[in-house]
C-alpha cells in the first residue's frame, strides 16, 4: 500500500469530481497509455494498470464510499481494483480489436481471457468477498467481547452440489457463442468484444439445470456466528474472516467475509493510543488543600486518586494500569485524569467573608502583571 498513489491523483482529478469527470479523465490516460500505443513500452503499462485500477475504484459508487472513508483498506476485499469489469465496459471500443485482450490478460493476470469476465475460462475463480459493518460500544473495543453477526452468502447448491445441472443433466457446448465464451458486436466502424450472454463466458450450458438453483451452482443461505473481537481494537479495524464470503466457481476457494468494526463513542472517556483521558471536577478548596478521590474507572472499578495540594486547573494525574490493554499482553495503558478546578459563582455570607480575609492575606488587591504564555502550558 505504501507504494500505491492516491486514486484522485492518478487521475487528476479532485475529491468532488463526478462520475463523468471522472469517466473522461480515465479515457484520456486510456488512450495516452494503451499498450497498443506503446508497445514494449514497462512504464505506459504500469501507468495504464494504475490508471484503470483507480477508475475501477472511483466509477463504483460503494467502493468510491469506503476508499474515501478508509484509504486503500476500505477497498481491500471488495474487488477494488481486482477485476477492470467496469473499465471494460464503459470504454470496449478501446479494448477490442488488434487482440488487445490478450495484452491486458498479460498486464493484470486475471487468466480468464477479458477484463474480468468468464470468457471460455473454466477454471477455478476465487468467490467474492463480502463486507460487513459491525458497531461495539466503547467498551467493548477496549476489553473485547463476542458479537453475533448474521449474514447471507452464496454457497454450494445443496442439491446439485454446484455443478448446477438435474441429476440426468449435463453440459453441453453454448449454441450462442460456439463454445469460445464471447460474442463479437459490429457497430459502424468498432467492433466490440461481449462476454457470452447466454453461458456468462464459460463456454457451456446445461441441459437440463437444476430446479433449486436454476443452474447456477450456488443458493443463497443466512449465516449465524459468533465473532470473537479482541481487546484494545480501534475505531476503523478489520477483521477477514477467511472463507465466509461466496462460494468459488470450479472448485475454487470462497471468498472472505471482511468485518469493519466501528467503535461509539463515550460521554465519559477518550482514547489515545493505549492510555484513557477522562476529566473531573475539583473545588478550590480541593485543589489548594488537596485531597484523595475515588475515581470509577471504564471497568467499574473504584480507584483512589491523591489530588497533591496546590494542584491547578488542567493538570494531569495518572492512574498506571488503568486504561488500554495491549495486544498479546498483560499489560495496559494508563488512565490520564484532567483536574477540572470549579469556581463557585454564589458564595453564601460565610463563604464570603472567609474568602475575603484570604484575600487581605495573600493581598489580592494588587494588580497583576502579564506574564509569558508558555509559562500558562
Same mark, same amino acid.
Given at each position: 500500500?505504501?507504494?500505491?498513489? #492516491?486514486?484522485? *491523483?492518478?487521475? $487528476?482529478? !479532485?475529491?468532488?469530481?463526478?462520475? *463523468?469527470?471522472?469517466?473522461?479523465?480515465?479515457?484520456? &490516460?486510456?488512450?495516452?497509455?494503451?499498450?497498443?500505443?506503446?508497445?514494449? #513500452?514497462? *512504464?505506459?503499462?504500469?501507468?495504464?494498470?494504475?490508471?484503470?485500477?483507480?477508475?475501477?475504484?472511483?466509477?463504483?459508487?460503494?467502493?468510491?464510499?469506503?476508499?474515501?472513508?478508509?484509504? /486503500?483498506?476500505?477497498?481491500?476485499?471488495? $474487488?477494488?481494483?481486482?477485476?477492470?469489469?467496469?473499465?471494460?465496459?464503459?470504454? @470496449?471500443?478501446?479494448?477490442?480489436?488488434?487482440?488487445?485482450?490478450?495484452?491486458?490478460?498479460?498486464?493484470?493476470?486475471?487468466? %480468464?481471457?477479458?477484463?474480468?469476465?468468464?470468457?471460455?475460462?473454466?477454471?477455478?475463480?476465487?468467490? #467474492?468477498?463480502? %463486507?460487513?459493518?459491525?458497531?461495539? @460500544?466503547?467498551?467493548?473495543?477496549?476489553? $473485547?467481547?463476542?458479537?453475533?453477526?448474521?449474514?447471507?452468502?452464496?454457497?454450494?447448491?445443496?442439491?446439485?452440489?454446484?455443478?448446477?445441472?438435474?441429476?440426468?443433466?449435463?453440459?453441453?457446448?453454448?449454441?450462442? +457463442?460456439?463454445?469460445?465464451?464471447?460474442?463479437?458486436?459490429?457497430?459502424?466502424?468498432?467492433?466490440?468484444?461481449?462476454?457470452?450472454?447466454?453461458?456468462?463466458?464459460?463456454? @457451456?450450458?446445461?441441459?437440463?439445470?437444476?430446479?433449486?438453483?436454476?443452474?447456477?451452482?450456488?443458493?443463497?443461505?443466512?449465516?449465524?456466528?459468533?465473532?470473537?473481537?479482541? =481487546?484494545?481494537?480501534?475505531?476503523?479495524?478489520?477483521?477477514?474472516?477467511?472463507?465466509? $464470503?461466496?462460494?468459488?466457481?470450479?472448485?475454487?476457494?470462497?471468498?472472505?467475509?471482511?468485518? /469493519?468494526?466501528?467503535?461509539?463513542?463515550?460521554?465519559?472517556?477518550?482514547?489515545?493510543?493505549?492510555?484513557?483521558?477522562?476529566?473531573?471536577?475539583?473545588?478550590?478548596?480541593? =485543589?489548594?488543600?488537596?485531597?484523595?478521590?475515588?475515581?470509577?474507572?471504564? #471497568?467499574?472499578?473504584?480507584?483512589?486518586?491523591?489530588?497533591?495540594?496546590?494542584?491547578?486547573?488542567? !493538570?494531569?494525574?495518572?492512574?498506571?494500569?488503568?486504561?488500554?490493554?495491549?495486544?498479546?499482553?498483560?499489560?495496559?495503558?494508563? &488512565?490520564?485524569?484532567?483536574?477540572?478546578?470549579?469556581?463557585?459563582?454564589? &458564595?453564601?455570607?460565610?463563604?464570603?467573608? &472567609?474568602?475575603?480575609? /484570604?484575600?487581605?492575606?495573600?493581598?489580592?488587591?494588587?494588580?497583576?502583571? +502579564?506574564?509569558?504564555?508558555?509559562?500558562?502550558?
Amino acid at each position: 500500500m505504501a507504494n500505491k498513489r #492516491d486514486y484522485y *491523483e492518478v487521475l $487528476g482529478v !479532485e475529491k468532488s469530481a463526478s462520475k *463523468e469527470d471522472i469517466k473522461r479523465a480515465y479515457r484520456k &490516460l486510456a488512450i495516452k497509455y494503451h499498450p497498443d500505443k506503446n508497445p514494449g #513500452d514497462k *512504464e505506459a503499462e504500469e501507468k495504464f494498470k494504475e490508471a484503470t485500477e483507480a477508475y475501477e475504484v472511483l466509477s463504483d459508487d460503494q467502493k468510491k464510499a469506503a476508499y474515501d472513508q478508509y484509504g /486503500f483498506e476500505g477497498v481491500d476485499g471488495m $474487488g477494488g481494483g481486482g477485476g477492470y469489469s467496469h473499465a471494460y465496459e464503459d470504454f @470496449s471500443d478501446l479494448f477490442s480489436g488488434s487482440g488487445f485482450g490478450d495484452i491486458f490478460d498479460r498486464i493484470f493476470g486475471n487468466g %480468464r481471457g477479458g477484463f474480468g469476465g468468464r470468457s471460455a475460462y473454466s477454471g477455478p475463480v476465487q468467490g #467474492d468477498s463480502l %463486507r460487513y459493518d459491525l458497531s461495539i @460500544s466503547f467498551k467493548e473495543a477496549v476489553f $473485547g467481547t463476542k458479537a453475533d453477526i448474521k449474514f447471507k452468502h452464496e454457497e454450494k447448491c445443496s442439491s446439485c452440489n454446484g455443478s448446477g445441472a438435474a441429476p440426468d443433466g449435463k453440459k453441453v457446448t453454448c449454441r450462442t +457463442c460456439g463454445g469460445v465464451g464471447q460474442v463479437r458486436r459490429s457497430s459502424g466502424f468498432f467492433s466490440i468484444q461481449q462476454t457470452c450472454p447466454t453461458c456468462r463466458g464459460s463456454g @457451456s450450458s446445461i441441459d437440463k439445470p437444476c430446479t433449486k438453483c436454476r443452474g447456477t451452482g450456488s443458493e443463497t443461505v443466512l449465516k449465524h456466528i459468533t465473532l470473537t473481537i479482541p =481487546a484494545g481494537v480501534e475505531n476503523g479495524r478489520r477483521m477477514v474472516l477467511r472463507g465466509m $464470503g461466496n462460494v468459488g466457481e470450479n472448485g475454487a476457494n470462497p471468498g472472505d467475509l471482511v468485518v /469493519f468494526l466501528h467503535v461509539e463513542s463515550h460521554k465519559y472517556f477518550e482514547r489515545h493510543e493505549n492510555d484513557l483521558y477522562c476529566a473531573v471536577p475539583l473545588t478550590c478548596a480541593q =485543589a489548594m488543600l488537596g485531597t484523595t478521590l475515588n475515581i470509577t474507572t471504564l #471497568d467499574g472499578k473504584k480507584v483512589p486518586l491523591k489530588v497533591p495540594a496546590g494542584s491547578q486547573h488542567g !493538570e494531569l494525574l495518572s492512574l498506571r494500569g488503568e486504561g488500554v490493554p495491549y495486544p498479546n499482553s498483560s499489560s495496559r495503558g494508563d &488512565l490520564r485524569v484532567k483536574l477540572v478546578v470549579k469556581v463557585p459563582t454564589r &458564595l453564601s455570607g460565610e463563604q464570603k467573608r &472567609l474568602m475575603e480575609q /484570604f484575600a487581605k492575606i495573600e493581598d489580592a488587591t494588587t494588580a497583576p502583571e +502579564c506574564i509569558s504564555i508558555d509559562s500558562l502550558s
